[in-house]
């Protein structure tokens, strides 16, 4: 018996922590990440380069290392690091009601300030889908 029940409350520590991982985000049919109303749109490189092109002033932030943003970056991008304890120290000073634009070297940690940021309420996020890497592989430009 006492087995039994040791393993129903496995069974429901497991359910929960599941649960609370998910914080009620799920992805579209677009492949987009939808997380309390808030959309974070993942764009192609190509729709990342026309908007860049067409906005000299977007609030792009690359959230790879410093010293990865030292070896290349996307032009005009700001260095605010997802893993630097104070990631979002450094976000606020973005704004929240102008879209921002997060890339890094292959869209994982991106996806993680995407998500950061949703939480601080930003209204407009865009993700650069496969990150630099992707980036570069369609010969795009870079700053080094």
Known sequence: MK?????????????GIISCNNKNASKNADGNTVQGGKIVKVLAPQAMHDVLKDNPNAQLVDVRTTDEFKVSHLKDAQN???????FKEKAE????????YVYC?????????????????????????????KWEGEDFDVEQ
């Open 105 to 133: 070297k292959r869209g994982g940690r991106s996806a993680r300030a995407a998500k950061i940021l949703q939480e601080m309420g930003f209204k407009e996020i865009y993700d650069l889908d496969g990150g630099i890497t």
């Open 3 to 15: 087995s039994f029940l040791k393993l129903i409350i496995a069974l429901f520590l497991c359910v």
């Open 93 to 100: 000073n973005l704004d929240r009601n102008k879209p921002v």
């Open 80 to 86: 605010i690091c997802v893993t630097d304890n104070d």
